[in-house]
């Protein structure tokens, strides 16, 4: 089992910023990719940043330039850092990651609870 904890979530007035964080842990040999992807109401899950182990980061293009996904792989995190938030960010936003499990070294597709993020005036 993998889990990942996620936190940073609130409300923000537009043009603000919020940071996420998730941590994940377990049975864990390898994490290969973590990222953060967002589902707003009536809308599908979409990729918002990942990025691979040694890898460059991938981003949507509606966060580019505003958004930044770092990683610390010694503690087996990620980060989101969102500036000049837009109320079309609103939505919560999902933790992932992908990996080898520890025991059985089989493969790992794993999601966070989700955090809600609301831009509002």
């Known amino acids: 089992q993998v889990q990942l904890v996620e936190s940073g979530g609130g409300l923000v007035q537009p043009g603000g910023s919020l940071r996420l964080s998730c941590a994940a842990s377990?049975?864990?040999?390898?994490?290969?990719?973590m990222g953060w992807y967002r589902q707003a109401p009536g809308n599908q899950r979409e990729l918002v940043a990942a990025t691979a182990t040694g890898g460059n980061p991938n981003y949507a293009d509606s966060v580019k330039g505003r958004f930044t996904i770092s990683r610390d792989n010694a503690k087996n995190t990620v980060y989101l850092q969102m500036n000049s938030l837009k109320p079309e960010d609103t939505a919560v936003y999902y933790c992932n990651a992908k990996g080898i499990y520890e025991v059985g070294r089989s493969r790992f597709d794993a999601w966070g609870q989700g955090t809600q993020v609301t831009v509002s005036s």
């Open positions: 377990g049975s864990i040999f390898r994490i290969n990719e």
